[in-house]
């Protein structure tokens, strides 16, 4: 613990700073709520700095704290080893957070799916859990009510006493700001842990290809959930070409584990792939402040999820 903390002046001002992780259901709203808190158009901000283990969704600068926010993969049955991964990494990451935050969307009802997690997450004892009702512009104030209790409830079900219930809508940027500022007191004294307007540490090249990754799964991610990996092969710039005029050349394999899978990324002629090309270089132009030109290629890599070779050398 910092000197800081242990001073014993509750006028002063304090400074805190730590990780924070949102979990809940597929289409909870994690990614958008992200978004909000960061205020950045960089929809994909992923790091791995050296104090932390965990991918850097986006960080929050304010005056009194710095909130990191980390990203995590969902919890879910595991039927393969990279699933088996996953969730090992998704309990190492509540362990080691300070706080998290668990969504769970006001236009649907508390179900299975957040029970399950919500019995999981009470399992993490000693990390402040938070729980945050997203898309609140979906109901109507006598739903949001309901659902307030019905969150409460389940906490009290499964032994998680909330530090704090909160309604958020980031679409309709209500109660945006009121998030992180209940989530900031949660956080430990602190100096900032990133430079100020820091949004990520990642190398670019992971940062493309997360960029690439999700351009791919856009509208298919039910047929390839964990099915997809992409690895940079390259990134160079041109030579020959003017100072003013130049370009980067970004080489990427995207991996599927079966034939039919890359049927699915490429689309019929191609298209789809063409689209999620363009898409995934935009992004990446719009990252890197250059023109692009993106060459991806589809790889089967059969039964990669299984392989720990293929794993690691898929970045797992
Ligand atoms: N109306 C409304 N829609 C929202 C809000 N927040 C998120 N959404 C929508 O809900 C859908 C899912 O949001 P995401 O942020 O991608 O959800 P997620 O939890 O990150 O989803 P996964 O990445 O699948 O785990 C998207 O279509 C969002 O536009 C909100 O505050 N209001």
Redesign the pocket.
């Known amino acids: 613990m910092s000197p800081m903390s242990d001073r014993p002046n509750p006028s002063a001002p304090v400074h805190r700073s730590g990780f924070a992780c949102f979990v809940?259901r597929?289409?909870?709203?994690?990614?958008?709520?992200t978004n909000a808190l960061v205020g950045t158009k960089v929809a994909i901000t992923s790091g791995r700095p050296q104090t932390t283990r965990h991918t850097v969704r986006g960080i929050v600068h304010r005056p009194d704290g710095q909130l990191v926010l980390v990203d995590t993969p969902?919890l879910h049955k595991p039927r393969t080893l990279l699933g088996q991964r996953l969730n090992d990494l998704v309990r190492a990451t509540w362990a080691e957070v300070d706080v998290i935050g668990f969504?769970i969307p006001a236009d649907q009802k508390v179900g299975p799916g957040d029970r399950f997690i919500a019995a999981e997450l009470a399992e993490a004892k000693r990390t402040p859990k938070v729980a945050i009702v997203?898309?609140?512009?979906?109901v109507d104030p006598q739903t949001l009510v309901q659902q307030l209790l019905a969150v409460q409830k389940m906490g009290e079900d499964v032994g998680i006493e909330w530090a704090e219930i909160i309604p958020?809508?980031?679409?309709?940027d209500s109660q945006v700001t009121l998030v992180a500022d209940l989530l900031v007191p949660l956080l430990p004294a602190g100096p900032p842990l990133y430079p100020d307007g820091e949004l990520t540490d990642e190398p670019e090249m992971v940062m493309a290809a997360e960029l690439i990754r999700e351009a791919a799964l856009e509208g298919v991610?039910d047929e390839l959930p964990h099915s997809l990996a992409v690895v940079i092969e390259e990134m160079i710039p041109r030579e020959d070409r003017p100072a003013d005029k130049p370009l980067l050349d970004v080489h990427a394999n995207l991996y599927v584990e079966r034939p039919s899978q890359k049927a699915i990324v490429i689309g019929h002629k191609g298209g789809r792939l063409k689209d999620v090309g363009t898409r995934a270089r935009k992004q990446i132009e719009a990252l890197l402040g250059t023109p692009v030109y993106l060459d991806l290629h589809v790889k089967v890599a059969k039964d990669w999820q299984r392989d720990p070779k293929q794993l690691r050398k898929l970045g797992f």
């Open positions: 809940g597929p289409n909870a709203g994690k990614s958008t709520l969902g969504c997203t898309k609140t512009d979906l958020v809508s980031a679409v309709g991610r």
